[in-house]
């Protein structure tokens, strides 16, 4: 069975740092390209970051430039999130699409309040 589990979602105040794993299971992760996204509550879901398989390319949103860093090893793709803000408070998401199609997992929440 393919699926993919995010977990490091927690309580942070403005300025902590958080970091989030994505863990495959039925699939290979290092294989593929894998994304984060976020949806807060009221928003739509949208894309955080990305990573590729190939070369480790990695793109951010604009948003999250400069403070949160993708890197992944052979198993895992990780999202270091610092100096969080409260409009950083969501659910996060990875993504990955492989033979199976598009996979999400369950969500990690984060909130980031004082």
């Known amino acids: 069975q393919v699926q993919l589990v995010e977990s490091g979602g927690g309580l942070v105040q403005p300025g902590g740092s958080l970091r989030l794993s994505c863990t495959a299971s039925g699939f290979t992760l290092a294989y593929y390209a894998v994304g984060w996204f976020r949806q807060a509550p009221g928003k739509e879901r949208e894309g955080v970051s990305c990573i590729t398989s190939s070369d480790g390319s990695t793109n951010y949103a604009d948003s999250v430039k400069g403070r949160f860093t993708i890197s992944r090893d052979n198993a895992t793709v990780y999202l270091q999130m610092n100096s969080l803000k409260p409009e950083d408070t969501a659910v996060y998401y990875c993504?990955?699409?492989?033979?199976?199609?598009?996979?999400w997992g369950q969500g990690t929440q984060v909130t980031v309040s004082s």
């Open positions: 993504n990955t699409q492989t033979f199976s199609g598009n996979n």
